[in-house]
């Protein structure tokens, strides 16, 4: 069964400092990938997204993804904090032949310190 | 601009009522989807239609109902069936249900008991 981990439910940077939101999928299948940001009572803007092309995705917003098949892994990073980064983030799997459903991960709270 | 418009922005239901959700697209995309969202967890899969006049149920479809008579409109009924429907519903699109094309989402509509 397909699914998706996000290590962290929440994470605590100073602005200015690098970010990392960690996720972990599991899959049957080379699936394809998402991390979207949602601001309070807002819905979901993608990110970014993995499609089985590059390892290292870049996104909107100076954030970036590594794909590592061997871990498992689709870390979110993104070097330099911002106070406007402050949001849930969502890792999202779209597991092969499924008809468009995705699978999302329970969502990780960043949190950015002035 | 094209988009994805949800109404109302918040909604009331009385006990034993069925109250109607709104989505509408302008993107053109095929694919609809509604989830619903509770406080500290991913969003959960309600329906999901791929096609004008088909729909399928997805992981929570009981105490919901839909339609999809056009292409640009997919209105979600909450029922007096679903025990708990008190949640921030999000309606999202995409061009196919293939599953590596990512989902568009609205702003979400939050549903509360009076």
């Known amino acids: 069964a397909q699914s998706v981990t996000q290590l962290d439910s929440h994470v605590s940077v100073s602005e200015g400092t690098p970010v990392l939101l960690r996720c972990n999928y599991s899959s049957s299948y080379s699936p394809s990938l998402f991390w979207y940001v949602q601001h309070p009572n807002k819905g979901l803007q993608l990110l970014l997204k993995?499609?089985?092309?590059?390892?290292l995705v870049k996104g909107i917003n100076g954030f970036e993804a590594e794909f590592k098949k061997s871990e498992t892994s689709f870390h979110l990073t993104k070097p330099s904090a911002h106070m406007s980064d402050a949001a849930e983030y969502f890792c999202?799997?779209?597991?092969?032949?499924?008809?468009?459903?995705?699978?999302f991960g329970q969502g990780t709270e960043l949190s950015v310190k002035p | 601009d094209g988009g994805i418009t949800q109404s109302p922005k918040y909604l009331f239901r009385k006990e034993g009522q069925n109250v109607t959700l709104s989505c509408e697209q302008n993107?053109?995309?095929?694919?609809m989807y509604w989830y619903r969202q509770d406080p500290g967890q991913g969003l959960r899969l309600i329906y999901y239609s791929q096609i004008v006049n088909d729909f399928q149920k997805g992981d929570i479809a009981e105490g919901y109902s839909v339609s999809r008579e056009k292409k640009e409109s997919f209105p979600l009924t909450v029922t007096s069936a679903q025990k708990n429907p008190t949640a921030f519903y999000l309606c999202?699109?995409?061009?196919?249900?293939?599953?590596?094309?990512?989902?568009?989402f609205g702003d979400g509509t939050r549903l509360s008991i009076l």
């Open positions: 993107l053109n995309h095929d694919a």
């Open positions: 993995y499609t089985s092309a590059a390892t």
């Open positions: 999202a699109s995409s061009p196919g249900g293939t599953g590596d094309q990512p989902q568009h």
């Open positions: 999202v799997v779209s597991p092969y032949n499924q008809g468009g459903k995705l699978i």
